[in-house]
Structures are given as C-alpha cells and as structure tokens.
C-alpha cells in the first residue's frame, strides 16, 4: 500500500499549488493501485488486509482530493457534502452490520465504477482550472466524469444498504 504514502504528499502540493506535482501523485497512485490489484491477483497474493486497505486508500485519496479542490474553489463545497455523506451513511451501514457478526461487504462493480470515475473527474477538474485550451477541455469531460461517478457513488451506496438488509435480516431470528 505504497500508495498511502502519497496522500500527505498529495494534500501538500495540492494546497501549494503545485499542480504538477499533485497530478503526478495521482497518476503514480492510480497505477500502483492497479499494479497492485493485477499482482495480487496473478500470483494468489490477495490478502484480507489488502482488501481492507484497498478501499479506504481510495477513500482517503478522495476526501483529500475534494478538500484540496474545495479549499481552492476548483469544487463547489455542496459536491463536497454529498460525497461525504455518502460516506458517512455507509459507515453507519457498516457498524450496523458489525453488530451481526458481518465485517464488511463486498465491493460492488458499481462501486468500482463510481471510484474509477472520481479519481478521473478530479485531475481533470483540477487541470481545467486554467486559461489554456487544454483547460477548457479538460473541465467538461471532468466534470462529466464527476457527475457520473456522483450518480454511481449514490447507486452503489444504496446496492450497499440493500446488501446490509439482507445480512441483517439472515441474522434475525424469527418470531416464533
């Protein structure tokens, strides 16, 4: 999970304006994810820690990218709200299940979908914060892919709720 030791490098040169930086700490982490997934897979190297950190390292590169994008006003704050509460829903859903015994859910291909197209919609966004033809390019297709991902992040999290019912109902006893 090398990847994690970017996110403070990330936040850093996101916050100092330096674009560049932050955009190729994306690109190395986008890459050491899918690296990472492809050899785990080839060589049986799939672990229950790796399947936890997974996740949340592309969590945090989230809300570090919607922070940093907001605090420069590259995002509006209320898109900001809505990925995170999101978030927090499903982390109620997951206390919720703990309760029952069950530890987490499994990822969705909806929810992969939904990562895939943030962690796309946010470099463009942020590359389309400028004056060059390349930027004006950049900021359509950036934010079609934000609000794609939006829509797929908000999909995913109820496939998610409906999954949580069914452990919880598989758990409850019936009244006799």
């Known amino acids: 999970m ?8 990330f936040l850093w040169a996101i916050l100092a ?21 492809k050899i785990a897979r080839r060589f049986g190297l799939e672990s229950r820690l790796g399947q936890l950190l997974d996740p949340f390292a592309d969590r945090l590169y989230i809300a570090t990218t919607l922070l940093g994008l907001a605090l420069r006003d590259i995002i509006p ?8 509460g ?3 829903l499903l982390a109620a859903v997951l206390w919720w299940i703990r309760r029952y015994g069950q530890v987490g859910l499994p990822v969705h291909f909806v929810g992969k979908a939904a990562t895939f197209n943030l ?10 914060d400028g004056t060059s033809t390349f930027a004006e390019w950049a900021l359509p297709i950036g934010w079609a892919f934000a609000w794609w991902g939006t829509v797929l992040y908000w999909i995913a999290g109820v496939m998610y709720i409906v999954q ?13």
Do not use: C, K, N
Not at 77 to 84: D, F, N, Q
Not at 164 to 176: M, S
């Open 119 to 128: 962690l796309y919609a946010f470099p463009l966004l942020l590359l389309g």
């Open 77 to 84: 704050w209320w898109l900001v709200v809505l990925l995170v």
């Open 2 to 9: 090398l990847r994690l030791v970017g996110v403070p490098i």
């Open 86 to 88: 999101r978030e927090v």
């Open 164 to 176: 949580a019912r069914q452990v919880v109902a598989a758990h409850t006893v019936p009244a006799q």
């Open 17 to 37: 304006e330096h674009d560049v930086i932050a955009l190729v700490t994306l690109m190395l982490s986008g890459l050491s994810d899918y690296l990472d997934g």
